[in-house]
């Protein structure tokens, strides 16, 4: 279990989120939506460690956060970032092999039940041919997919995903929702999201961030006429199964 106890996450002197008491489980897949600005990456690198909250914690676990082994901690908790930056050239078979590191240290290389993680983790979102390609010469939306599959590989227990479907094409968003979904069954998953009507069809829970306060439940508790107005400044109607912003 993921939790945060009296959580508030900063910029500079900003304060964007808190106090925030909230937990996530395995078998919940946790949407975190709100405008621009509203605090979503900065809390995803908060729960994994990259960031230090202004105040308040973070628990795995029932394990503060920061006493928590960096080896256990890589093996515990993964974050994929929406932007992925390639400073040199790499196949993407060793982009995702990487991943491995925190259950590999110490040992040899290319053992092959690593070979046939990665070889899964491509199958899973749709790249088991481009394994062989240059990571520098895929679209956004592929290096995204090769990023997710790192992650699989790792297989931490906390999976955090900051715009996962960013740079997808409508039937690929479609794809890495479905597995984020098949994911989130023996996993803790919490994915950010711009998309209010895929966390609406794929999510179980929804961290809503506004500028007046946070809302934190089920789908159909959180996205509401009235939360969803004050979180993003504009009006919402409900169009059958879809909330349109008019």
Same mark, same amino acid.
Request: aromatic fraction near 4%.
């Given at each position: 279990? %993921?939790?945060?106890?009296?959580?508030?996450?900063?910029?500079?002197?900003?304060?964007?989120?808190?106090?925030?008491?909230?937990? @996530?489980?395995?078998?919940?897949?946790?949407? &975190?939506?709100?405008?621009?600005?509203?605090?979503?990456?900065?809390?995803?690198?908060?729960?994994?460690?990259?960031?230090?909250?202004?105040?308040?914690?973070?628990?795995?676990?029932? *394990?503060? %956060?920061? !006493?928590?082994?960096?080896?256990?901690?890589?093996?515990?908790?993964?974050?994929?970032? #929406?932007?992925?930056?390639?400073?040199?050239h790499n196949s993407v078979f060793n982009a995702v092999a990487i991943a491995r590191a925190p259950y590999r240290a110490g @040992?040899?290389?290319?053992?092959? !039940?690593? &070979?046939?993680?990665?070889?899964?983790?491509?199958?899973?979102?749709?790249?088991?041919?481009?394994?062989?390609?240059?990571?520098?010469?895929?679209?956004?939306?592929?290096?995204?997919?090769?990023?997710? @599959?790192?992650?699989?590989?790792?297989?931490? +227990?906390?999976?955090?995903?900051?715009?996962?479907?960013?740079?997808?094409?409508? /039937?690929? #968003?479609?794809? =890495?929702?479905?597995?984020?979904?098949?994911?989130?069954?023996?996993?803790?998953? =919490? @994915?950010?999201?711009?998309?209010?009507? %895929?966390?609406?069809?794929? *999510?179980?829970?929804? %961290?809503?961030?506004?500028?007046?306060? +946070?809302?934190?439940?089920?789908?159909? #508790?959180?996205?509401?006429?009235?939360?969803?107005?004050?979180?993003? /400044?504009?009006?919402?109607?409900?169009?059958?199964?879809?909330?349109?912003?008019?």
């Amino acid at each position: 279990m %993921l939790s945060t106890h009296h959580l508030s996450v900063a910029a500079g002197r900003r304060v964007m989120l808190g106090p925030l008491d909230w937990q @996530a489980r395995p078998g919940e897949l946790w949407c &975190v939506l709100g405008r621009n600005g509203s605090g979503k990456t900065t809390l995803l690198h908060t729960l994994a460690g990259v960031l230090d909250p202004s105040a308040g914690e973070v628990r795995l676990n029932d *394990a503060a %956060l920061a !006493e928590i082994n960096p080896l256990a901690l890589a093996r515990l908790r993964g974050l994929m970032p #929406q932007v992925q930056i390639d400073a040199f050239h790499n196949s993407v078979f060793n982009a995702v092999a990487i991943a491995r590191a925190p259950y590999r240290a110490g @040992a040899g290389w290319d053992a092959p !039940e690593d &070979v046939e993680a990665v070889r899964e983790a491509l199958q899973r979102v749709g790249l088991q041919d481009r394994m062989d390609d240059d990571v520098t010469r895929l679209s956004g939306g592929e290096r995204q997919r090769v990023a997710l @599959a790192a992650l699989i590989v790792q297989s931490p +227990h906390v999976m955090l995903l900051d715009e996962p479907v960013a740079h997808q094409d409508v /039937g690929h #968003q479609l794809e =890495v929702m479905r597995l984020l979904r098949v994911l989130s069954d023996t996993h803790v998953v =919490v @994915a950010s999201c711009h998309d209010i009507n %895929l966390a609406r069809r794929f *999510a179980t829970h929804v %961290l809503l961030l506004g500028e007046r306060g +946070h809302w934190q439940g089920s789908v159909e #508790q959180v996205l509401q006429e009235d939360s969803l107005s004050l979180a993003f /400044g504009c009006k919402f109607r409900c169009d059958g199964q879809f909330w349109v912003a008019h």
